[in-house]
């Protein structure tokens, strides 16, 4: 939970510091952007979930 919370924390000052000194945004500036994103963690996460239970004989 920690990891996720400085990762915020760090996007967010990140963010910030973009549109201060006026750059374009460093993220996908819409939601199907933030989707494929989202999607792309699912995949890797659910890749590892059926690898294990693979490994694991498959029962």
């Given at each position: 939970?920690?990891?996720?919370?400085?990762?915020?924390?760090?996007?967010?000052?990140?963010?910030?510091?973009?549109?201060?000194?006026?750059?374009?945004?460093?993220?996908?500036?819409a939601?199907?952007?933030?989707?494929?994103?989202?999607?792309?963690?699912?995949?890797?996460?659910?890749f590892?979930?059926?690898?294990?239970?693979?490994?694991s004989?498959?029962?």
């Amino acid at each position: 939970m920690q990891e996720a919370l400085l990762s915020l924390f760090t996007g967010l000052g990140v963010g910030f510091l973009f549109a201060l000194v006026r750059l374009p945004i460093p993220a996908p500036p819409a939601l199907p952007g933030i989707l494929g994103i989202v999607g792309i963690f699912l995949g890797w996460k659910i890749f590892h979930l059926i690898q294990t239970w693979l490994q694991s004989g498959g029962s």
